[in-house]
């Protein structure tokens, strides 16, 4: 757009037709040059630390957030599942406690590798206390107990 377009464009503002660039747009007689952006996705942060403590499960993200599980009606004496609440990441989770846990605080630790096979004449381990958590994108992360049978 040359000056003189620019200058009729203002002189006749409310005329003229056809005005394009920021004046035209300025006017409303010209189309948009963008469109707006697509909203971000929803932003996803893992799970860095859990402890089971009683009836609930207490997990601490990694912007430092922390979310709770409570069993509530879900409670039983092998776990529960449920949907972390008290913070913006509602990421479904189960609880898995071996038989005769106590109600006590259970600090878990992330597995990031699949279980190694044992050996014939070996006990597998098992811990007492295993958290599964699945983001809204399908990853799962798992917690378990240093501590097992």
Do not use: H
């Amino acid at each position: 757009m040359t000056w003189t377009k620019t200058l009729i464009c203002v002189t006749a503002a409310l005329a003229v037709q056809g005005c394009d660039g920021p004046l035209g747009r300025i006017l409303g007689q010209a189309e948009p040059e963008f469109t707006l952006p697509e909203p971000l996705p929803e932003r996803l942060v893992r799970p860095v630390f859990v402890v089971v403590d009683g009836d609930r499960v207490i997990v601490e993200m990694g912007d430092q957030t922390q979310c709770l599980g409570n069993a509530g009606g879900n409670f039983s004496a092998a776990g529960w599942t449920g949907a972390l609440s008290d913070c913006p990441y509602p990421y479904s989770y189960s609880v898995a406690l071996a038989a005769g846990t106590p109600a006590r605080q259970i600090a878990l630790n992330e597995v990031t590798t699949p279980p190694l096979p044992a050996a014939e004449d070996a006990v597998p381990f098992r811990p007492i206390a295993a958290v599964r958590i699945t983001d809204t994108a399908g990853q799962t992360y798992r917690f378990e107990s240093a501590e097992g049978f």
